[in-house]
């Protein structure tokens, strides 16, 4: 056992009403340079749509990730070592800037300047890389909010022309069927990391303390294979410096015990962070399962804070107390392993993504047929009757438990039902409870079906609706001075001042 | 005259390309990067970039085997010289070609000609100068394998050993002595430019774990730690 520590996260859908306030505040702090501006660090898409850059998850276009070669051992999707060596003049699988969108602002100073005239003066379109006016913007940021249903975006959703039948596809397209949902993104700072192993000069790097990934910016040679082996398309290229860039999942602000902006800033309180400790010695085994294994393997890795031997191996690693007992209180792993709620995003990809979502159990919506209100219609073919909505309707979801599953469990059905049942089991408790209008056989048997007792339904429920800030981020400070000083002689706690920060002492822009 | 050109500029040359390079590598590491602007521009560089760097690295690799192990040079060039020089001469010819496409793409593609500095223009504008040049020396004056182990290879080994002697080369034709001279003036420039990527190329991406884990400071021996403590830390602990 190699026990180490990782600060983990939890999105949980269900609450996302995809304001973007996330992605703003992650660009107002960390992308708002030159070269940076078509950086999302932090993005929301809609789902199914294409996301961004469009098209991300097929990697048969991008060949981020891992796959199995016929030995069963784990290579590189992108290429071999050699290959790395020899591509490294042209990369045949980076994304383009098209692939993403061209930036822009817009001229607003023509709008005071313009000479009077008989029009009205606009503001056009400048690019944010040329300067030159853009007559098209063909592209944005979200191009594709909200289109649920659209011919162009969620019909080319690589996980809807994958996974689902001719007839679901039809469906999906269909208008009175739209269906969507929101699907925040950061970097999953992974266990196995593919931006890390692409990286020919081993610039990318994850830390030992807290397992957050970053890019040496002074190691970078921008040899750009890690935009390439990231299978979630989370490491981007400075055009302006010539360095590639990465989530760093606010590290300055986790050292100090603060969750990174995004988290904070989230109006819908969707995001949880917490420390959990894993078994490092376990991740090539667990990247290694087979598709319909990954999760369990995933889960597996991750331990039981409360267990003796563990917390006696993280003690042989280093790992502080405080890390260790923010593990014992983390919501992510209540979500993750308690209650088996959370699930990896995309694990085929075999990268161990540390960023679990709990599915949206798509909404209950109301909507009037044949002259009835009915609060069922999200649902088809699942009537209500007298005695108040059915939420029993995992099979009948607008959205086909094979497109979950596409997304969240390598195409494991059985995996990701069971995840609904457990949602359903809540959803028809907390009715029961609060309303009283279901039938109380049908909650033993959805709860005995989830297994799950009245209790787990009332603390799923309460650490989903009512949690405190305080609940949702435990994160402890991260114990920067005592790792620097251990079993060394102590320090004077001002030595660093000045001489450490984000490691810049010069502009980081270009100077040759 | 000669001398400046044969013996002087050399000197100065390679002692900027070292003094200077190192004196950048310590005080700004940040500004090593190749700037790649695949990014921005996908289509007419996989063209471009690819033949243009392989044709410059097979014929850089030709130039210092001939001028660093010339045993093993006569070996390879004298099993097939004539295969050999039309070889080289077809390379050159493409390096110089793939170059070219590669300066008009900085000129045809708008983002791509923003992110080119008046350094990458100066560089690149010598770079296909030398490449014309080295194609025309090839031409006129054949069997350059062979007069370049007797004559250019002696000069600069001379060079290398601090005993300098003009007069191996001081003879030759201008196209070839202009040759030197370009060549020399880039390995000025490579201290001053985002030539000193190429010192950079990632061999050892062969044999590295694919997985790397720092640690601020390893907590038991065998998982690596932060190399670089900062100064003022290491000192304060020596002393205390
Ligand atoms: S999600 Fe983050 S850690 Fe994982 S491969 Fe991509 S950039 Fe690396
Ligand atoms: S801020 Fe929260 S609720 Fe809003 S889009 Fe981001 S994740 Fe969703």
Redesign the interface.
Known sequence: MDIRAQVSMVFHLDKCIGCHTCSIACKNIWTDRQGTEYMWWNNVETKPGTGYPTQWEDQEKYKGGWERDSRGRLK?KLQG??G??TN????PS????DDYYEPWTYDYKNLFDAPEGDDQPTARAVSL????FMDTLEAGPNWDDDLGGSEVYAANDPNILKALTENEQQAVRTLEQTVFFYLPRICNHCL??GC??AC???A??????DGIVLIS????????MC?SGCPYKKTY?N?????SEKCILCYPRLESGQPPACFHSCVGRIRYIGMVLYDADGIEQAARSNDHGLVDAQKALIMDPFDPEVIAGAK???VGDSVVAAAQVSPVYKFVKTWGLALPLHPEFRTLPMLFYVPPLLPVIAAIRDGQYETTAGMESAPADETGPNLNTVDQARLPLSYMASLFTAGNLEQMRKVFHKMVAVRMYMRQEQVGDQKEEEVEEALRRAEFTSEDCLRVFELTSLPTFEERFVVPPME?ER??D?E??P??PY??KA??GFG?R?A?A??? | MSDVILVGLPYIAVALAILVGVYRFKT???????????????QK??WG??L???AIVLILLAHFIAFLIPPLWGVIYGGATVAFEAFGLILSLVGFLALGWLMMRRFSS??V???T?R?DWVVVSLLLLQMALGFLVALSYRWGGQWFVSSTAPWLWSLATLNPQADYVSAMPFLVQLHFLVGFLLIALYP???L??LV???????W?P???????????PG??AARSV?E??RL??LS?
């Open positions: 590189l070592r050699a790395a060596l490294i003049f042209y990369n980076l994304p383009t800037l890389v040329t300067g030159d196995n990391p890390v192993a020919p000069t081993g990318i790097y994850k830390r030992g303390e910016q002074n190691r970078c040679r921008a040899w750009r935009v290229f055009w302006s410096t010539g360095k042989r690693n280093g920067r790792a620097m251990g060394l002689p320090l004077d030595s660093r001489a450490g810049f010069d980081p270009r100077r040759f | 700004d590491t940040f500004s090593h990067s190749s700037f790649s602007s695949q990014l921005l521009e996908n560089l996989f970039s690819a243009w760097h392989y708008r983002r000609f923003v992110v500095s350094m001053f430019s985002r000193v990527h950079f190329f990632p061999i050892h991406y062969l590295r694919y997985q790397r884990v720092i640690w601020n400071r390893a907590p038991r998982l690596g900062p003022d830390i304060r602990r205390s």
